[in-house]
């Protein structure tokens, strides 16, 4: 099956520091990737899409310019969480579509910021 | 606002029993319909997709769909601990681009 892969699992930083969070899709081209985040048994709440060769598009109430997202690539998007501090501890999930509608979810990276 | 519903529950059901998840939805014109399993501290899974209004099989998993009805439901047959997880359904928005979540079922099979 389709396989998305996420980068690094798990993180822990320092408050004020930035963190880099990778997905990539490994046998097939996402023009589009999701980027999601999870609070402990809740929902999982679309941060923004990534839009391959254009500016990501971002949710009411997410910060952009805290958010940072590149899709650089067909099968490569990036979210970095810059100068993080606590509140931003989470486990983040990026997905990405298949043959427009199916959705693969990476593995998703567990954010703790100390 | 384009919602989809879930019972949260939780729902627990004896080993070897059926297990019955639901899920209902506004968009009248949604096309599209998931169910993901999420293990505790992992990602969502993909385990049933349907695209029509019926009865849809895979292993020990049905997937039934009412368009009429705007309702999506899972049957795990032959429920087994290992069942026991956070059931997410989800409808694809043609006109956004976007799968809408539902909150979740939370699953326990009873040994």
């Known amino acids: 099956g389709a396989v998305v892969s996420q980068h690094p699992s798990r993180v822990i930083c320092k408050s004020g520091t930035s963190v880099k969070i990778e997905c990539r899709s490994l046998d097939f081209q996402a023009t589009t990737m999701f980027w999601y985040r999870q609070f402990p048994k809740k929902s999982l709440m679309l941060m923004a899409t990534?839009?391959?060769?254009?500016?990501?598009?971002?949710e009411q109430g997410v910060e952009k310019d805290k958010f940072l997202i590149n899709h650089a690539s067909l099968t490569l998007s990036t979210l970095t969480v810059t100068s993080a501090h606590p509140e931003d501890s989470s486990f983040y999930i990026c997905s990405a579509y298949r043959d427009q509608t199916e959705a693969f979810f990476g593995q998703g990276t567990r954010l703790t910021v100390v | 606002q384009k919602e989809v519903e879930q019972n949260s529950g939780p729902l627990s059901v004896p080993e070897g029993a059926i297990a019955s998840l639901n899920c209902t939805y506004s968009d009248r014109g949604s096309q599209s319909f998931f169910w993901y399993r999420q293990y505790s501290g992992k990602s969502p899974e993909l385990i049933m997709s349907i695209y029509s209004n019926g009865d849809k099989e895979d292993g020990r998993f049905t997937a039934q769909l009412n368009k009429a009805s705007q309702y999506v439901s899972l049957l795990i047959r032959d429920s087994q601990p290992s069942d026991s997880a956070t059931y997410l359904c989800a409808v694809y928005d043609f006109g956004n681009e976007k799968l809408t979540f539902g909150t979740g079922t939370r699953l326990t099979i009873i040994p």
């Open positions: 990534s839009n391959e060769g254009s500016k990501a598009t971002y």
